[in-house]
């Protein structure tokens, strides 16, 4: 049999794919995660009674067990439970989206309760619907006071995706272990491998850094 | 369709599972150790009069806190054999745990010496307690009675890292889960109780810390 132990330029090509499925998965299951994290908040906001406490221990559930076990449980035992199939992309996208909600469900929690209830307070009084009270007074505090949490939170979740190349999704750590068993190089790899992640987590901090900067602008003191 | 849902088969696999546990206990046990010790030094760097200290514990802290875990474990699990040092999957993964832990562990111990009073260490310097005496007996235990419940938070991440070490052959909890899923052929029922006993186990870390936390700063709360 041959081998070709040398790197070739297919293999930037691979690495780019695998760049290309880590921050696709990434950036789709934020926004699911996103929306579904902040729709167990609402949950939670409005009192609804047996779902917002079913939302709270889901989120407790999924953030103290390791994802590699969620990961288990969606792509061996969902399909033997429903008898269904499921890709390991679709199990991925399942995995990491649930995991992100349950992070993003505690610091929106955190962020809410961060806005005193004299103001929520206030704004009954003042005949706002608990909608309005949540649009107009809320949000904008709590959106301001979890940027710090999310920001730590994203370049967390960028690093989860990595465990998906145990289920056999071909992102940028199978990549590197694909090329690692065929060159036999594996400092080479694993520290090209391991660059990528942290010039992408870098990219991140720095989108964050930007975006908080411009959420604070109104802070400071533009002179008169 | 039918929905099976049956734990009670998983019974006589309890003893695999158990032996499974012990080992994540052990790993975990180590590199909590590994962690402390790594984290401690760190810390003491970061905090230090020398630049090129401060500087090096910073580029450690970063590289280890922005790559993936299975990326760190991978390169020593495939690196280290090529120059020549054979280790067991067991102390590489305790290895690999206790360097991704001294990062996050080194953060913690520094915010507590960070936060101590700057005039106890000047009191300190002027009675004339040589820097080992004023590191042994003033910094590090005021800095880690006030850190134990955010170690108490970065222990909770290392048992739930230490699932990845299964990605390495090593059947601890996780691992020795696989096997007993692929026996039954109720993966969904495993993965099921193995979500909840991790859960349950980082629940009762951190509640321990919590109360240990309490416990030592009683006569400090703010």
Known sequence: MMRYTDFTTHDLLLLLQGLGVSAALFAATTVIGGIIGLGWALLRYYRVPLLAPAAALLAELLKNSPVLVQLFLVFFGLPVLLETDLTPVQAALVTLSGNTAAFIYVIAVSAIESVGHDQTETARVFGLSRWQTLRRIVAPQAAAFGFGPLAGLLINQLQVTSLISVIGVIDLTKVGAILNLRTLKPFIVWTVIGLLYYLMARLIAGACARVEARLRAHRQWKGL | ?222
Not at chain 2, 20 to 49: N, Q
Not at chain 2, 89 to 112: Q, Y
Not at chain 2, 189 to 203: C, I, K, M
Request: with cysteine.
């Open chain 2, 1 to 222: 369709m039918q929905l099976q849902f049956d734990p009670t088969s998983l019974v006589p696999y309890f003893g695999d599972l158990a032996a499974g546990a012990r080992l994540t206990a052990l790993a975990c046990a180590l590199a909590l150790a590994g962690s402390l010790l790594l984290g401690i030094l760190v810390a003491l760097m970061r905090t230090a009069a020398s630049a090129p200290a401060r500087r090096a514990s910073a580029v450690y802290v970063d590289v280890f806190r922005n790559v993936p875990f299975i990326v760190q474990l991978f390169f020593l699990f495939y690196g280290l054999p090529e120059i020549g040092l054979e280790l067991s999957a067991f102390a590489t993964g305790v290895l690999a745990l206790s360097l991704a832990g001294g990062a996050f562990t080194s953060d913690a111990i520094r915010a507590g010496i960070l936060a101590i009073d700057p005039g106890v260490l000047e009191a300190a310097d002027v009675s004339g307690l040589s820097r080992a005496a004023i590191y042994r007996r003033i910094v590090l235990p005021i800095a880690l009675r006030s850190a134990v419940r955010p170690l108490g938070s970065v222990f909770v991440n290392l048992i739930l890292t230490s699932s990845i070490l299964s990605a390495i052959t090593l059947n601890e909890l996780t691992g020795s889960a696989k096997i007993v899923a692929a026996d039954t052929f109720q993966p969904f029922e495993v993965y099921a109780l193995l979500l909840v006993l991790y859960a349950v186990l980082t629940w009762v870390v951190s509640l321990s810390a919590g109360a240990l936390h309490r416990r030592l700063n009683r006569e400090h709360a703010r």
